[in-house]
């Protein structure tokens, strides 16, 4: 298990078929992975948050394309697939009081760590809590 703090990279983009590919494509283009994202949708646009292996160069790449960024610092769980980890997760944070503003995951092939991306006020202390646990099932 390996918890750290990273920047996510937030843009708004146009609800609309082959937006998602094109930005995709702009990181790719830059040798850019994405090793997590989320795509929250309203009637409009699309909130895309990504977590990449270079934010630096995905901010320039972004914003080169005429994309606004808003950047968050988000602490980024690096854990085995096992049932009961979110339960875990959750009550580790609930009993340091640090409420979780959203969250979401990757998955992995069998035995290669999934990531669970969480957001909260407080990163660190977010990331401590988690330090402390027992190593996930």
């Known amino acids: 298990m390996q918890v750290d703090?990273?920047?996510?990279?937030s843009i708004a983009i146009e609800n609309q078929p082959g937006r998602l590919g094109q930005v995709g494509r702009l990181l790719a283009g830059r040798n850019i992975h994405i090793r997590a994202f989320s795509v929250i949708d309203n009637v409009e646009q699309g909130m895309v948050r990504l977590v990449t292996d270079n934010p630096t160069a995905t901010r320039e790449a972004l914003t080169g394309a005429g994309l606004p960024v808003v950047e968050a610092e988000v602490v980024v769980l690096?854990?085995?697939?096992?049932?009961?980890?979110?339960?875990?997760?959750?009550?580790?944070?609930a009993a340091a009081d640090i409420n979780i503003e959203y969250a979401y995951a990757s998955t992995a092939e069998r035995g290669r760590p999934a990531m669970l991306i969480l957001k909260t006020a407080y990163p660190a202390a977010t990331r401590d809590a988690l330090a402390q646990m027992q190593e996930l099932s």
């Open 5 to 9: 703090i990273q920047r996510q990279l």
């Open 78 to 93: 690096e854990m085995t697939d096992g049932v009961g980890n979110l339960a875990t997760v959750g009550e580790a944070l």
